[in-house]
C-alpha cells in the first residue's frame, strides 16, 4: 500500500513538472486512466501525438524520485491523493467549469509547514485587491480574526492588501492561516511578506500547486485562484475593482457552488465596485461580519444560521460529484455501478466510492445487485 | 359632475378630521361604502355604536366646506380620488398589509405647492436616516441628482440628515421634489429647513395627509412613510440604523410589492447597519448609483436595463388590486363581473374598473356575458 501510495506519488510529480497548473489535458487524462498508468504508458516508449507527444518528451528528463528527495529535504512534501492530508476537496475541481486559464483538479499540492492540509477542509478563503484601502483591509483583518477565533483557518493568497490583513487577522484572532501562493512553496513572494510567509512556514502552512523553484507568472496567479476556493468552504471577497483578480476568485467559488460573499462598502469606493457588481447580480451574498460568513460556510447544524433562505433538501451540501451520482441513480428500479458510471459519465471507482458515501448518508440504498434513491417521508418520488 | 367631486371632497375631508391617518376602520368603511355615503350615514342621527358612534360625534363639530375654504385662502387643496391630479398609485395601499400603525389608502392628500401630485407617478423615494453621515448625505444628494436629472421626480420627508441631501440634491439636478410632512402641509417641520420647504412651496409641492394645522406627532411619521412608498414607484434607503424609521418606509415599499434598493456603507459604519440587513434578507437589491433605481423603477422598454433576473411574465407589474382581480378571473370558462368581485373579495365598481384596464392590457378577454383570461402565444394555461 504504501509502496502503491509513493508510486502513485512519483508518477503524479512527473507529470505535474510536464504541464503548467490548471492543464485540462492533463488533469482528464490523470482522471480518466490514473496517474501511474498514465506515467508509465507515456514513458512506454510507444509511438505518441500531440501533447501526449510532448508530454512524453519532457518527462524523459523528469527524475521524480530525485525531485520529491530534494524537496523533501528543503522541507516541501508533495501531498498526493492517498495522504491521509489530503484536502480531498479540491476535487471537485474536476467538476467545476473550467475557466480561461485551465481548471480541473490539481495531480498534487506542495507544502511546507507543520499543519495538514486536510485541515483546511474547514477554512474559509478571505480575499481582495491588492490595492485595498485602510477600511477593507481593516474588515479583512477583523473578519480573518473572527473566522480564526471560532476554529476555522483562513486561508488567502500572501498578496499585499487584503491577503496579508487576512493572514495577519487569523493570527491575531489566535487561529490558522494558510497562504496558497502562485510561485513554488519553497520560495516567497512577494518578498515584502518574507517575514510573515517564513512565520507562516514555520508555524503554519504554505501551499502551492506550482512545482519548487518555480516563479509566479501571471497565468499561476489565477490558477493558485483556484486552488483557494476549492480549499475553502467558502470564500468571502472584501475588496475588488472592477476588473479585479480576486473577482476570478469569487468565480471560481461559485463555479464550485460554494458560498460566496462580498463585503459592501462605499458606493464611493472604486475598491468596493467589484463586490457592489458580485452583490447585485446575486452570486454573492452581503457579509457584514464574520458571523455572517460562518453562518454560510457551517455545516447545518454545527452553526446556527440566523437567516437561512428557504427548507434546505437533502442533497444540497453534496460536493459536485456525489450529487453528479445521485442523479444518476434511478429512483425505482436499481441500476448497476457500471450503469450509473455511464450516466453520470464518471470512472467506475469514482462512483463506487461516491455510491459508498451516498448509501451512509441515507440517500441512496442498495437493491438486488444495483442502487436506487432512498425513499424519505414525505418526499415525492423524482420521475419515475 | 363637478358638484359630485365637491361633495366627494367635502365629505372626505370631513372623515379624515375625525381620525388619525392610516385608520383602518375609516378606510375599510370608505372603501366598502364609499365617502359620501358613509358620511351622510354617520350624520344621519340615527343610532350608533362603537368607533361609528365616536366618528359620528364628532361629525357633528366638522364643517368641512369652511375647512377647505380657509385651506383654500392658505393656498392648501385637498386633492381626493376624482381629481385630475390624484395620484392614483396611494390607492395600492388599500391591498397591502397594514402595519402596527395602521395602513389603508389614504382619504385625500393635502398639498401645498403648484406641482401636480399626479406627477409622482414617476417619482422616486430617496430616504434614510436622520443621524446620516457626511458619505450617506452626499449619496443621497447624488442619487437624487441623477434620477431628477433624468426626469424622475424626488419623494422624501423633509426631514434632517439623508431627506434634506435628497431634496436638495434634486433641486441640484435641476429636477422635481416634493416633500411628505407628517404636520400639516401649511406648517413645516423642521423648522430648521423653513426655507427649503418654503421654497418647495413655492416651486414645487409640500404634501400631507394630515389634516392643515396637525402637529407632528410621533405616530403621523410613521403613517406618512407609507405615503412616501406609495406615492413613488420605488424606494431608495441611504442609509439606516439597525431600527432606524427609514426601514419602515423600507417595509412599506416591499409591501407595496415596489422596487426597494439600499445603498451600501462601510461595515463598520452602525449607519449602514440597517441597510445591509435589507439586503442580506434579499428583500432589497444593492444600488451602486442612479442608474440602478433608475433600471429598477422604470417601465419594461422605458429605461435600458443592464443586469435584470429572469425573464418577466405579464402581470408582474400590476398593481396590487389588478393583481387580485386578474388571478380571480377563469382562464376557460367566462365569469361575471360580480363572481369575479366575490373571488378577489373586492367591489363591483373595483373589479369593474379593474377588468376595463386589464381587458385593454390584453390580458383578459370579454366572452359572453363575462370575462376569461386571454391566451397569450406560448403559454401555458393555468389550472383550469
Known sequence: MTADLERERAARAALARTREPGDLWLARSVAEIGAVDLHEHLRSGRHHTGTAAEVAALLADVHPERDLDRARR?????????????????????????????????????????????????????????????????????????????????????????DVSAHRGA????????????????????????????????????????????APFKHRFLTRNRIIAALAAGTVVVEAAARSGALNSAGWAARLNRPLLGVPGPVTSASSEGVHALLRSGRATVATSAEDVLDAVAAVGEHHATDRRGPERA????????QRVLEAVPALRP???????????????????ALDDLVASDLVVPDGRGWRLARRPGEELPDA
Chains 1, 2 share one sequence.
Not at 177 to 202: N, S, W
Not at 315 to 322: A, F, K, T
Not at 341 to 348: E, K, Q, S
Open 74 to 162: 528543503m522541507g516541501l512534501r508533495f501531498v498526493v491523493p492517498g495522504d491521509d492530508e489530503w484536502p480531498s476537496q479540491v476535487e471537485d475541481l474536476a467538476f467545476a467549469e473550467p475557466g480561461t486559464e485551465g481548471g480541473g483538479a490539481p495531480l498534487g499540492l506542495w507544502a511546507r509547514g507543520p499543519r495538514r492540509l486536510d485541515e483546511l477542509a474547514r477554512s474559509v478563503a478571505v480575499v481582495g485587491s491588492r490595492s485595498a484601502t485602510t477600511y477593507g483591509c481593516d474588515v479583512a483583518a477583523e473578519f480573518a480574526a473572527g473566522c480564526a477565533a471560532a476554529g476555522w483557518a483562513v486561508v488567502s493568497g500572501g498578496a499585499v492588501g487584503i
Open 335 to 353: 441500476a448497476a455501478a457500471d450503469s450509473i458510471a455511464r450516466v453520470a459519465g464518471l470512472g467506475a471507482g469514482e462512483v463506487s466510492a
Open 171 to 214: 493570527l491575531a484572532g489566535g487561529g490558522h492561516t494558510a497562504a496558497v501562493l502562485a510561485c513554488g512553496a519553497d520560495k516567497v513572494y512577494p518578498r515584502a511578506h518574507e517575514q510573515l510567509l517564513e512565520h507562516l512556514a514555520a508555524e503554519h502552512v504554505l501551499v502551492s500547486e506550482t512545482v519548487p523553484g518555480g
Open 315 to 322: 442533497g444540497d451540501r453534496l460536493s459536485p460529484r456525489h
